[in-house]
């Protein structure tokens, strides 16, 4: 079955601070590549996609690039805001049979003014 | 607007006894599922519906049962068996024939038990 590695938290960065969270996978075929967000209390919302390979995912000025030959997914912004505060998950799919959407253990992200 | 509401947002139980949480959607989403959230574990899944009467254990799922009798409706029970049942519920849905295997998510019920 397919599993998702991601970067372990917390991290706490400045206001237009980069920021990268790093995220590998493990999976059959060619998996579907999601970023999900978490704001305090709510549930999960979509952030991004890319479902082959070197398609580029992007929402709300973060990026994250399917790369098939590292099998990763890195999650990117170049100046975070204090609105980005969140946790974030990656996750992974593999279309066409009954498999699940597999989740990382997500990655709590504070901004600081 | 389509979505899923997830109720109550917040439920308080006392040891032993059952409590229902509501999962509707008005998406038209074929397959629904029920993850849970402990804090720095991620989510696990408990339960999931593929179809209208059908559904499948996930990786956490006794001490917890479900029915899919409606399509837009997935309700949770947790029951007296799940020895720590003290987390944060989410419902999710998925389909649509342009779906690439995303999941939509409900904002989560909190369940304490005193």
């Known amino acids: 079955g397919n599993s998702v590695t991601q970067m372990e938290g917390p991290v706490t960065l400045s206001e237009e601070a980069f920021l990268t969270i790093n995220c590998t996978y493990t999976a059959t075929g060619y998996p579907s590549l999601f970023w999900y967000v978490q704001y305090p209390g709510e549930g999960l919302q979509l952030l991004l996609k890319?479902?082959?390979?070197?398609d580029k995912g992007s929402n709300k000025g973060f990026e994250a690039t399917y790369r098939k030959e590292t099998t990763s997914f890195h999650l990117e912004k170049g100046s975070v805001q204090v609105s980005d505060s969140a946790v974030y998950f990656c996750?992974?799919?593999?279309?066409?049979?009954?498999?699940?959407?597999?989740f990382g253990k997500g990655t709590k992200l504070t901004v600081n003014p | 607007d389509g979505g899923i509401t997830q109720s109550p947002k917040y439920l308080f139980r006392k040891e032993g006894q059952n409590v229902t949480l509501s999962c509707e959607q008005n998406l038209n989403h074929d397959a629904m599922y029920w993850y849970r959230q402990d804090p720095g574990q991620g989510l696990r899944l408990i339960y999931y519906?593929?179809?209208?009467?059908?559904?499948q254990k996930g990786d956490i799922a006794e001490g917890y049962s479900v029915s899919r009798e409606k399509k837009e409706s997935f309700p949770l029970t947790v029951t007296s068996a799940q020895k720590n049942p003290t987390a944060f519920y989410l419902c999710?849905?998925?389909?649509?024939?342009?779906?690439?295997?995303?999941?939509?998510f409900g904002e989560g019920s909190r369940l304490t038990v005193l």
């Open positions: 999710a849905s998925k389909g649509g024939v342009t779906n690439t295997g995303e999941l939509f």
């Open positions: 890319a479902t082959k390979a070197d």
């Open positions: 996750a992974a799919v593999t279309q066409g049979g009954s498999e699940k959407l597999v």
């Open positions: 519906s593929q179809i209208v009467n059908d559904f």
